[in-house]
């Protein structure tokens, strides 16, 4: 049973593909849930580009899917919110009012500067890019109340080679203290299958996994990041297999943001 909860619509600036298209292929590849995780990013690095969405509009969309496959899917309404620390009360209040299921908290942006144009590379080693994003990162956990889970964890390895050649293992002290902090607020992670797409890689590796779990972690989601319909679910089975090797029994969907479990 699959539960996709990173999932892109055409509610996304940069996704063109329809709605329905994803729900009809989510029914055709038998998933269980499908949680549509639109992009908000405020205060966005390249101004060219609106990471915003017509919450209205977007709610009354998914309400017309539920009517229309409800009976066959399960489908929820989440948001990909793109955290600064600078802009976290806002956050904050998009959660809290937008009525949502789910929330990840992902950066796309650290130290103002862009991870996708590499500009934030510019002038670091790749052991001071990770320490300035982990300290951000562990300022999203300490302090945005409402989300549910951090978006693609380590997603530095995907746009910088000097950062994919890093190993997390020399960051486990640092990791530690926001793991901890996580279970402590009962948050957790997300495992991004899109970089499997990408570069063959998992942003999160087993051992990283293993030391999650190890502290007591055990929310988990499981989202393909996909912008288009036929890439849902990439490669659930594989991670299925990876978790329930080191011992996770469960893997977790949302409702209303509260989370709850399913057997894997
Ligand atoms: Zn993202
Ligand atoms: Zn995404």
New binding site residues.
Partial sequence: MYYDY?V?SHFSADCEAQMKDIVENAIKFGLKEVCF?D?IDYDYCDPSINFDIDLDEYTDHIELMRDRYGDRIKILKGV?VGFQPHIVEKCDNLVKSGDFDFAIA?MHTCNKQGLYNRDYFKGKTAREAYLKYFEEILYCVKNFKNFSVI?HLNILARYNDDAARENLIDYFDVLEVIFKELIERNKGIEINTSSLRYSNTLLLSPDVLKFYHELGGKIITLGS?THVPNTLAHEFDYIYGILREIGFEYITTFEKLQPKFAKI
């Fill in positions: 990173h892109h995780t992009h990909e992902s978006g990041d």
